[in-house]
C-alpha cells in the first residue's frame, strides 16, 4: 500500500496538530497501522499503533492522554490527533503499514513494509 503523509507544521508549545496518511492502491483492510516519529539524531520509534482486527490502541507511554490514534476505513485514512504538544514532540512522524504484524513486534520499525514520506512536526517553546 502507498501511503502520503500530511499535516504536519510549526506549533506552539502547547498547541495542536493533525496529521493524517492516506493510502493508495488498496485499503487498510487486513493491515497493522502505526505512526513513528524521528528526531534529528535519534533512532525511529513507536509514537502509536493499531493492530488489525483490533479497535484497541497502543501508545508510547510519553504520549499517552495526549495523542489519539484513530482511522477511517471508508476513506483509507490515518490520523494522530496530538494535544499538549512540547518541543520534546519535535519530530518528523512518519505512518506505516504492515501485514501479519504480531503484538510483541508492534513497536518495531522493521515490522513495518510500507512507510509514508513523513511529515515534519516542529514545537516552538
Known amino acids: 500500500v502507498q501511503l502520503q503523509a500530511s499535516g504536519g507544521g510549526l506549533v506552539q508549545a502547547g498547541g495542536s496538530l493533525r496529521p493524517s496518511c492516506t493510502a493508495s492502491?488498496?485499503?487498510?483492510?487486513?493491515?497493522?497501522l502505526g505512526w513513528f516519529r524521528q528526531a534529528t539524531g535519534k533512532e525511529r520509534e513507536f509514537v502509536a499503533g493499531?493492530?488489525?482486527?483490533?479497535?484497541?490502541?497502543f501508545y508510547k507511554d510519553s504520549v499517552k492522554g495526549r495523542f489519539t490514534i484513530s482511522r477511517d476505513n471508508a476513506k483509507s485514512t490515518l490520523y494522530l490527533q496530538m494535544n499538549s504538544l512540547q518541543p520534546e514532540d519535535t519530530a518528523v512522524y512518519y505512518c506505516?503499514?504492515?501485514?501479519?504484524?504480531?503484538?510483541?513486534?508492534?513497536?518495531?520499525?522493521?515490522?513495518?513494509?510500507?512507510w509514508g514520506q513523513g511529515t515534519l512536526v516542529t514545537v516552538s517553546s
Open positions: 493499531f493492530r488489525w482486527g483490533n479497535s484497541n490502541p
Open positions: 506505516a503499514a504492515g501485514l501479519g504484524i504480531i503484538l510483541s513486534n508492534l513497536r518495531v520499525p522493521s515490522s513495518y513494509r510500507d
Open positions: 492502491g488498496r485499503t487498510f483492510s487486513g493491515y497493522t
